[in-house]
């Protein structure tokens, strides 16, 4: 047998407890000793356990975030080089204002530019702080990727359907004459 602590020698010569019991308490204490799992989660490892969870979410999260970012900047980025690609090139001396955040900004068109743009057959992209001209079918291209870049489009209320009242407005202005050379 195993050497007994003093307490061990003391309760068995004062016969409150039997040798069978102490050799089994000797055997649970050297078992729990050289166990190779522990017995109990402790509440420390509880509470790293809940830490590293935590941290697993967080990450997986600012991963899904930076991920999403990263598509953003790519769809920006597909809508700039359409831009670059099919815009079309300005000449005249005409000025085509129209409003943005506010402000009137003015591009110099000529006459077949202006009743492109007029018609929406022509649409005002900005970058940066530039403004370019594209047709229809690159425009709508980079309202799919970014629809922010587009800052003049008279095509569009085309697609919705015309209201009754605004055919009547229609019918009632259409007997006043406008000049052919006024420009806004």
Request: charged share 35%; aromatic share 4%; net charge positive.
């Amino acid at each position: 047998m195993a050497k007994a602590n003093p307490l061990q020698e003391q309760l068995l010569k004062a016969g409150l407890v039997k040798k069978s019991k102490v050799a089994e308490v000797a055997r649970e204490q050297n078992k729990a000793r050289h166990s190779k799992a522990p017995a109990t989660p402790s509440e420390i490892q509880r509470e790293a356990e809940r830490a590293r969870a935590e941290k697993v979410e967080r990450d997986r999260a600012l991963a899904a975030e930076s991920k999403a970012q990263a598509r953003v900047a790519e769809l920006r980025a597909q809508a700039r080089q359409i831009v670059a690609d099919r815009k079309v090139p300005r000449s005249g001396e005409s000025e085509y204002r129209f409003s943005v955040d506010g402000a009137i900004r003015t591009v110099l068109v000529n006459d077949d530019l202006r009743k492109q743009l007029s018609s929406g057959a022509l649409v005002i992209v900005r970058i940066d702080e530039r403004f370019e001209l594209l047709p229809r079918a690159a425009a709508d291209k980079v309202r799919e990727r970014d629809a922010a870049m587009i800052v003049l489009d008279h095509g569009q209320n085309a697609d919705a359907e015309p209201s009754t009242a605004t055919s009547e407005d229609d019918a009632y202005y259409a007997q006043f004459k406008v000049p052919d050379d006024l420009i806004w």
